[in-house]
């Protein structure tokens, strides 16, 4: 195991709600990035928090946002939910400090399905 | 920007068979490259990595080297099993503008027959 924990595991959302997934960073790292996974799709990235701050964003629109805050856990919240964001998200942790960057290491996922 | 590619699946093998995924990539700067693989109903778990040129990342009987020459990072595996049977994702990591995010490939599904 990673260390890495998300929750909820499963979630079902109606079209047009509001949604917010939670991680856990493992315990050292400083830094979260979250990605969506679509069925047979690669990861894709979303936006990365470094020390409470966001630290580069995908191709995605507003209405994903995201906090992390002071023990380095983090937030996806995604707003207008629309049936296309059905997915897997994935976060994933890492310690980034001057010339040091770890690889990162993912939670289980939240598969979230938009009815 | 960043991209990676790898060959589409599925792959089938029988059980024992040797194992080849390519994966080339397009990187500014001196990437990481990594495999990560992903059991069903899973999260990714990082399998091996490398981080400079000619490196060589090993793990459960995996390996890749990095060829800058060629850019690929292609992973290889001498007998594989049934429990071997997942999603390989191959990705690569390097600074841009004080970030490093991991950029990922389709993935190549792997289905090894007993």
């Known amino acids: 195991e990673t260390g890495v924990t998300q929750s909820p595991t499963h979630l079902i959302k109606t079209r047009g709600q509001q949604v917010t997934l939670r991680c856990s960073s493992q315990?050292?790292?400083?830094?979260v990035s979250w990605y969506q996974q679509a069925l047979g799709q690669g990861p894709q990235f979303i936006f990365q928090?470094?020390?409470?701050?966001?630290?580069g964003r995908g191709n995605f629109p507003p209405r994903f946002s995201g906090l992390q805050f002071p023990n380095y856990s983090s937030e996806l919240n995604v707003n207008a939910l629309e049936l296309d964001d059905s997915a897997l998200y994935l976060c994933?942790?890492?310690?980034?400090?001057?010339?040091?960057?770890?690889?990162?290491?993912f939670g289980q996922g939240t598969r979230l399905t938009v009815v | 920007g960043n991209s990676v590619t790898q060959m589409e699946g599925p792959v089938t093998l029988s059980e024992e068979a040797f194992l080849t995924i390519n994966c080339t990539y397009t990187?500014?700067?001196?990437?990481?490259l990594f495999w990560y693989v992903q059991y069903p109903g899973e999260g990714l778990q990082l399998l091996l990595k490398a981080t400079k040129a000619d490196d060589k990342g090993s793990n459960k009987g995996f390996e890749a080297t990095y060829r800058k020459e060629t850019t690929s990072f292609h992973l290889e595996k001498g007998s594989v099993q049934v429990s071997d049977s997942a999603v390989y994702f191959c990705a690569l990591s390097s600074a841009s503008g004080g970030s490093y995010i991991p950029t990922f490939g389709r993935g190549t599904s792997l289905i090894v027959h007993p």
């Open positions: 994933a942790s890492s310690l980034r400090d001057r010339n040091l960057n770890t690889e990162a290491f």
């Open positions: 928090y470094y020390r409470e701050e966001e630290n």
């Open positions: 315990s050292g790292h400083n830094t």
């Open positions: 990187a500014t700067g001196y990437p990481s």
